[in-house]
């Protein structure tokens, strides 16, 4: 099988190559197309976390991995533990780049089978369940439709006014955020 990721935006090209290795059966090859030593880079970081072999042949500009699926069952489904994704911000840095990285980090967790169960928002994270023209409130509410709970900081939502205005999740107080932040979780902050 040959897949065409070239041109594809972090972090298409992981997620392209881990489709299709579950398509493929044992022993067959995979050949991924790449023009991006950033996009190179994260496809061998991704196929050495499954202790699969590969070559890396450049071509120009360009790259082609090629790996074979090997004997040994890829786990792709791990057993979700108790993990919370905390945001302080509605962004991961500053300006414009930090909004996109956010929403790309978001984006991703969809596509991911080991995705925290709870996304817990506090400070100004909690307008972008409160606000449908927010970046990324697609997909924070694609997040909330897998499974995920989204818990809001009340205090932070009257602090914006925007109390009446949320359209994703519930609200929480912060004894039972701290009791989640304290508990048995593991905890991952953006």
Same mark, same amino acid.
């Given at each position: 099988?040959?897949?065409? /990721? ?65 004997? /040994? ?35 991703? @967790? ?10 817990? /928002?506090?400070? =100004? ?5 409160? =606000? ?10 694609? @997040?909330? *439709? ?6 809001? /900081? ?6 914006? =006014? ?21 508990? *048995?979780? *593991?905890?991952?902050?953006?």
């Amino acid at each position: 099988m040959k897949i065409d /990721c070239r041109n594809l935006d972090c972090p298409a090209p992981v997620i392209e190559t881990k489709n299709a290795l579950e398509k493929l059966e044992n022993g067959e090859k995979l050949e991924i197309l790449l023009n991006s030593h950033i996009a190179k880079n994260n496809v061998i970081k991704f196929l050495n976390s499954l202790n699969l072999t590969h070559t890396c042949e450049e071509r120009g500009e360009e790259f082609c991995i090629t790996v074979q699926k090997s004997a /040994c069952e890829l786990n792709f489904n791990e057993e979700i533990n108790n993990t919370i994704l905390f945001l302080k911000s509605t962004k991961v840095g500053d300006g414009e780049l930090g909004e996109n990285l956010l929403l790309g980090f978001l984006s991703t @967790l969809k596509n991911l089978e080991n995705r925290p169960n709870k996304i817990i /928002c506090v400070n =100004d994270s909690v307008l972008i369940n409160a =606000d449908k023209t927010h970046k990324a409130h697609e997909a924070m509410l694609e @997040l909330e *439709k897998l499974g995920v709970e989204i818990i809001s /900081c009340g205090a932070c939502l009257e602090f914006f =006014d925007k109390t009446k205005e949320l359209k994703i999740g519930s609200i929480g107080n912060a004894y039972a955020i701290l009791n989640e932040l304290f508990g *048995k979780a *593991k905890i991952i902050t953006l």
